[in-house]
T-cell receptor, first 113, second 114 residues
């Protein structure tokens, strides 16, 4: 069935490094993807989204890349800071109504000073 | 402050109790959601309400009963739950449109069933 997964459950980086978090999805019909950040004790927070007609989208210190050929999504965080430590989820819209958002398992990013 | 407010933030209930989780969104959105988040598992979509009509029910047991009286409020009524139902229950809202559907989450209600 359809699923969204992340390649690595944990990622540890040094402050100032660039971080890359990967996600693979299986539903080739999905046309909308979102990255969320969840800090301990809080709900998921929207970071950035991308539609399937785009390959790349940039935000403040974050870039999302979409490779539809291999059904792969990545989140790049530039100059990672301790405040970026959190669990990161990718999610895809699964239905045509646009309301069924399915999440992957999450990658825990740890940033050390 | 996300614009989606959930109460209570923490709830402990016995297996024979009846309780409710409440969610209110202040964003003017037209869709609301309940998600369940358990340890070591992906977020699970439970229910979706689009313009107050339930459009998704992901095979959720009947001991969970949603209610959406208007587009700003969403409840999850709980009855005869099991210990394995202990989890973080997240409410979310979004404005569904042709240009996208960014879902905004509340801080969640931590539920412990004893």
């Amino acid at each position: 069935g359809e699923s969204v997964g992340l390649h690595l459950p944990t990622l540890s980086v040094q402050e100032g490094d660039n971080s890359i978090i990967n996600c693979a999805y299986s539903n080739s019909a999905s046309d909308y993807f979102i990255w969320y950040k969840q800090e301990s004790g809080k709900g998921p927070q929207f970071i950035i989204d991308i539609r399937s007609n785009m390959d790349k989208r940039q935000g403040q210190r974050v870039t999302v890349l979409l490779n539809k050929t291999v059904k792969h999504l990545s989140l790049q965080i530039a100059a990672t800071q301790p405040g970026d430590s959190a669990v990161y989820f990718c999610a895809e819209i699964l239905n045509q109504a646009g309301t069924a958002l399915i999440f992957g398992k999450g990658t825990t990013l740890s940033v050390s000073s | 402050e996300t614009g989606v407010t959930q109460t209570p933030r923490h709830l402990v209930m016995g297996m024979t109790n009846k309780k409710s989780l409440k969610c209110e969104q202040h964003l003017g959105h037209n869709a609301m959601y309940w998600y369940k988040q358990s340890a070591k598992k992906p977020l699970e979509l439970m229910f979706v309400y689009n313009f107050k009509e339930q459009t998704e029910n992901n095979s959720v047991p009947s001991r969970f009963s949603p209610e959406c009286p208007n587009s700003s409020h969403l409840f999850l009524h709980l009855h005869t739950l099991q210990p394995e139902d202990s989890a973080l229950y997240l409410c979310a809202s979004s404005q569904v449109s042709d240009s996208g559907n960014t879902i905004y989450f509340g801080e969640g209600s931590w539920l412990t069933v004893v």
